[in-house]
């Protein structure tokens, strides 16, 4: 008696690949999900030098003051009354800091009155970012 079973031409082998599609998805997925993304302002601003400057947090509120004085968020101009109610808003599911990107040739004035929304909208964190010496 023979034991062995050989393989004919008419018999065809299929590897099923379909788990492994799924597989794959699901780490995307997962990969997608659990990383962090840094808002960009929209807009490049020139940043003062600071020899105290440290890292930006990744889940901030980051907002921009042009050269014009004109606040910038999410590549929109959404104008100094438009601080207080964008600020509230993301700030309503948890606490974040903010973070204002104020251009070198922007006055000084306009940077405070954002601030002062900022804390206004609730904000317990401002800060001014700059670029390190």
Do not use: W
Request: glycine fraction near 8%; charge should be negative.
């Amino acid at each position: 008696m023979n034991r062995h079973r050989y393989l004919q031409s008419s018999d065809s082998v299929e590897i099923n690949i379909s788990p492994l599609i799924d597989m794959m998805f699901l780490l995307l997925i997962f990969f997608i999900v659990t990383t962090a993304f840094v808002e960009e302002i929209g807009i490049q601003i020139q940043k003062p030098k600071a020899a105290s400057a440290q890292n930006l947090e990744k889940q901030s509120i980051m907002l921009g003051v042009s050269e014009n004085g004109g606040v910038i968020y999410g590549g929109n101009e959404i104008g100094l009354s438009g601080v207080r109610a964008l600020v509230s808003r993301l700030l309503k599911d948890r606490e974040r800091p903010v973070i204002i990107i104020a251009d070198t040739q922007s006055r000084s004035g306009i940077v405070v009155d954002v601030i002062d929304e900022c804390k206004l909208a609730g904000a317990k964190q401002v800060s001014i970012a700059t670029e390190a010496e």
